[in-house]
């Protein structure tokens, strides 16, 4: 079922598209008009001795037709855009209460747990995770072992933590004294989305909004 925000939303983006589109046509007669005006005032007042040339006439009414061409795709372009933001909102609208990663170190306590994920870029032999406080202090420290390459998600009993403010964490993965690139993901319940200017918002329990394009995967 839909919220109410997605359903607003989504018909507010449809209607934006109908009256885009509505005023870009007025627009585009408006000048069409203008156009035609000017030609007939021009042929009007030509010189009977020194006509228009056919070929001169016959360009300016390409031009008028390209631009009108160009005018027509771009209106176009934008309807299709604006239908698609309205459509991925109503899609995106079944991620409402799932939980998602998303990019980021910053964890969220949910029952005493706390859950993250590992993104390595190569196998490990050794994935250490340091919980560490609002302050940056080291309060806990998951001792992984040996991970594969890829994805790999972590749990944290987090019955013990009382500070103020969400705890982060930071990974160190190593492979025969080398350090393995990672990146840190985070898990977080999505609340609602919605859409604005810059296109599709996820809101999250807990969290700043993110880009739709920040969720890397829905749980």
């Known amino acids: 079922m839909l919220t109410p925000t997605t359903s607003s939303t989504a018909s ?19 000048a069409q008009d203008r156009f035609l005006k000017l030609l ?8 009977p001795m020194n006509p228009v040339d056919n070929a001169q006439m016959t360009s300016q009414m390409a031009q008028i037709n390209t631009v009108t061409g160009i005018q027509q795709v771009n209106d176009t372009l934008k309807s299709m855009a604006e239908q698609f933001t309205a459509m991925q909102v109503l899609q995106g609208s079944s991620m409402v209460g799932h ?6 170190n910053t964890l969220t306590v949910n ?14 032999e050794s ?4 919980i560490l406080s609002p302050s940056g202090q080291v309060i806990d420290t998951l001792n992984l072992g040996a991970l594969e390459a890829g994805r790999n998600n972590f749990n944290w009993d987090a019955s013990a933590y009382n500070y103020s403010g969400n705890p982060s964490y930071r990974v160190t993965a190593t492979l025969g004294g080398q350090t393995i ?3 840190a993901m985070a898990r ?6 919605s859409s604005d200017a810059t296109g599709m918002k996820v809101q999250l329990q807990g969290r700043p909004d993110v880009a739709y394009s920040s969720v890397k995967a829905i749980l």
């Not at 007939?40 to 010189?47: E, G, R, T």
């Not at 994935?127 to 340091?130: G, R």
């Not at 977080?188 to 989305?193: D, F, H, L, P, Q």
């Open 12 to 30: 507010a983006a449809a209607t934006s598209s109908a009256a885009t589109a509505s005023n870009s046509a007025a627009d585009m007669n408006a």
């Open 127 to 130: 994935v250490k995770v340091d």
């Open 99 to 104: 939980d998602v990663l998303i990019d980021g």
């Open 40 to 47: 007939v005032a021009q042929l009007n007042n030509q010189d």
């Open 181 to 183: 690139a990672n990146t």
């Open 188 to 193: 977080a319940t999505v609340s609602s989305v």
């Open 111 to 124: 029952n005493n747990t706390a859950s993250g994920a590992i993104d390595l870029a190569g196998r490990a």
